[in-house]
C-alpha cells in the first residue's frame, strides 16, 4: 500500500506544540513516560544518551514523533524510545512505516538489531511492536520493580 512521502527531520523548538499535541492525544504515553514532567524536563533526562528526537512528515504534514539512541549503554545497540503518532493518522501503518525507515537507516549503518523495551502492561504497545516486526527477547525488571518486554528488530 503507497502511504506517500515520508520525511523526517531534527526536533526543533518550533515543533514543540504538535509535540504536546500528540501527547494530549496519548495518555498511556504520558502516564507511563512522561509522568508529570514538564515536557523539557522530560527530554532533558535523555540529554546524556545522545539520541535522536525527530519530526516525521507525510507530504509535508507533521504525523509522528520519534526519539532512538544508535548505542545504549546497556548493550552500545539502538533502541527505540518513543514513537507517538499523530491521533487522526493512528491505525493506518504510519507508525510500522516510521520503524521501517528508521531501522533501514540502522541497518544502512551496518547495525544488525534495533531495540525497545516495553512495559510488559502495555499489550497495544507490545502488539504494535510486533506487528511492526519487532520478536519478542526477553523479560527484564526493572530498579523499581517494573517488567519490562525487551524486544529486537533484526536488521538483516
Given at each position: 500500500m503507497e502511504i506517500g512521502k515520508f520525511s523526517s527531520s531534527k526536533f526543533t523548538d518550533e515543533d514543540l506544540p504538535f509535540l504536546l499535541e500528540v501527547i494530549k492525544d496519548s495518555a498511556a504515553w504520558e502516564e507511563e513516560e512522561k509522568s508529570g514532567y514538564h515536557i523539557r524536563n522530560y527530554?532533558?533526562?535523555?540529554d546524556e544518551l545522545d539520541g535522536d528526537?525527530?519530526?516525521?512528515s507525510l507530504d509535508g504534514e507533521r504525523i509522528a514523533v520519534t526519539y532512538h539512541v544508535i548505542s545504549?549503554?546497556?548493550n552500545r545497540k539502538p533502541w527505540l524510545g518513543t514513537i507517538l503518532v499523530k491521533n487522526d493518522m493512528r491505525r493506518k501503518g504510519i507508525g510500522t512505516k516510521v520503524i521501517g525507515l528508521l531501522s533501514g537507516e540502522l541497518k544502512n549503518k551496518g547495525e544488525k538489531s534495533f531495540f525497545a523495551g516495553?512495559?510488559?502492561k502495555r499489550h497495544i504497545w507490545i502488539n504494535f511492536l510486533a506487528d511492526a516486526g519487532f520478536e519478542q527477547f526477553k523479560m527484564e525488571t526493572s530498579a523499581e520493580d517494573q517488567d519490562f518486554l525487551i524486544m529486537v528488530y533484526p536488521l538483516i
Open positions: 527530554m532533558a533526562r535523555y528526537w525527530r519530526i516525521w545504549s549503554p546497556s516495553v512495559p510488559e
